[in-house]
């Protein structure tokens, strides 16, 4: 479900970022090491996935009832996950004025991501289009890292400003459901023997 949400993302950004300036990204969801900056060749917006845990807050502890054809099945409700990204622009080591141009790619990048309350059906790819509920509206907050620059330096690439962009999915507990047999005709026996001491 994680590689369906990589490639959601991708082709949000590359139908709604300025068309003149997706022809010439590259989006990659690669770890930015140091490997990955020496091999950036073209401009390109890396989503590093580096925190993915429960959402307690959502967290939905009611099971629901599907009555299907008669026989309802009690469902457990989705396991909602926060998918946190850190979101980065890389230029090639010799364009002019790379920071400027990084910082105008970052700033188109984040127009996009931050442009609607839930991910549009139209970019939702292989098991996020049968999701239910909709794929929540991402959000920009503080990151979950403790010290960036700490992450940066385990990396051993160049600190680089980011955006820290959290999805939050449903994750179905499909294999948590119980058939159970509907409730028809209402029977009471009344037993008119003899009580016994």
């Given amino acids: 479900m994680i590689d369906d949400l990589d490639k959601t993302l991708a082709d949000l950004l590359k139908r709604e970022l300025p068309v ?40 939905d502890v009611t099971w629901t009832i599907d009555r299907n054809n008669g026989n309802p099945i ?30 105008a790619v970052l700033s188109e990048v984040m127009r996009v991501l931050l442009r609607h309350r839930v ?22 907050h503080p990151g979950r890292l403790q010290s960036p620059s700490e992450m940066w330096q385990a990396l051993g690439g160049t600190p680089k400003a980011a955006l820290h962009y959290t999805v939050t999915l449903s994750v179905p507990a499909a294999d948590d459901m119980e058939t159970e047999p509907l409730v028809g005709d209402k029977q009471m026996k009344i037993s008119t023997g003899e009580i016994r001491p």
């Fill in 20 to 59: 003149s300036l997706a022809q010439q990204l590259t989006i990659t969801f690669a770890t930015p090491d140091s490997k990955f900056s020496a091999a950036i060749s073209s401009a390109t917006v890396n989503l590093f996935l580096y925190d993915v845990r429960e959402n307690l807050d959502l967290r």
């Fill in 74 to 103: 009690r469902k457990r409700p989705p396991v909602r996950i926060d998918c946190s990204y850190l979101v980065t622009v890389w230029l090639s080591s010799d364009s002019k004025d790379a920071a400027i141009n990084e910082h």
């Fill in 119 to 140: 991910i549009p059906e139209a970019v939702l790819q292989g098991k996020l289009a049968e999701t239910d509920p909709p794929v929540p509206g991402p959000s920009l």
